[in-house]
């Protein structure tokens, strides 16, 4: 069974600090691996990534790949406030055409002023 | 539209109503996915669709969960005779859908939270 697990489940910052998420899989005919973020609405996408050691960045937002360990991490620098939310990790795990993600649980992100 | 909709966006239902979710895509978007959120989770799969055709229904947790997209674009998730285990936020997503052995990125909508009493 293809299974994502992220940790930590939960991390409080304050302002300016830096952090970084884990997220971990095992499934089959891997295809590619997603960021998104989800606050009290929509799941916005962050970053797609298919191939390793490729860093992804959006401004403080940086993602990378490592599908020899089978994990990826979110790093998120100067956090603010605005960065508190859910992140969730998910993977396409190839079985099918169309790219049915299998999620992780979820890091909730607490960032205090 | 600009994104995906989705309406109800809060939903109360006393056990054994029947209730009706919906969700409008993004125009031109060939698939769209239903997923269920249980609080403090991760969304699972429910059912997907390619146009019209509902091509996985394989996440739907019990025969009283049916979906439908008669047209291609808006899509309802019909739940009947809910139970409280039912509650959880359900999640509307749409992509391309150009398949082809890529992933297409899929946009999701608000959600609709149902509470069932």
């Known amino acids: 069974e293809d299974k994502v697990v992220q940790s930590p489940l939960s991390l409080v910052v304050h302002e300016g600090d830096t952090v970084t998420l884990n997220c971990s899989y095992e499934v089959t005919n891997f295809r590619s691996l997603l960021w998104y973020k989800q606050e009290k609405k929509a799941p916005t996408f962050l970053f797609m990534l298919?191939?390793?050691?490729i860093e992804k960045k959006s401004g403080r937002l940086s993602s990378i790949l490592d599908k020899k360990e089978l994990f990826s991490i979110l790093n998120i620098t100067a956090t603010q406030t605005g960065d508190s939310a859910i992140y969730l990790c998910?993977?396409?795990?190839?079985?099918?055409?169309?790219?049915?993600?299998?999620f992780g649980q979820g890091t909730i992100l607490t960032v205090h002023p | 539209g600009a994104g995906v909709s989705q309406s109800p966006r809060y939903k109360v239902a006393k056990r054994g109503q029947d209730v009706a979710l919906r969700c409008d895509p993004i125009?031109?978007?060939?698939?769209l996915f239903w997923y269920q959120q249980a609080l403090g989770q991760g969304p699972e799969f429910l059912t997907y669709f390619q146009n019209e055709a509902q091509l996985d229904k394989s996440g739907l947790p019990s025969d009283r969960f049916f979906a439908e997209r008669p047209e291609g674009s808006v899509s309802t998730l019909k739940i009947q005779r809910t139970q409280q285990e039912d509650s959880a936020v359900y999640l509307c997503?749409?992509?391309?859908?150009?398949?082809?052995?890529?992933?297409?990125?899929?946009?999701f909508g608000p959600g609709t939270r149902l509470t069932v009493l």
């Open positions: 125009s031109g978007h060939v698939s």
């Open positions: 997503a749409s992509s391309l859908g150009l398949g082809r052995g890529h992933t297409d990125t899929q946009y």
């Open positions: 998910a993977v396409d795990a190839g079985g099918t055409s169309y790219g049915k993600l299998t």
């Open positions: 298919t191939s390793s050691g």
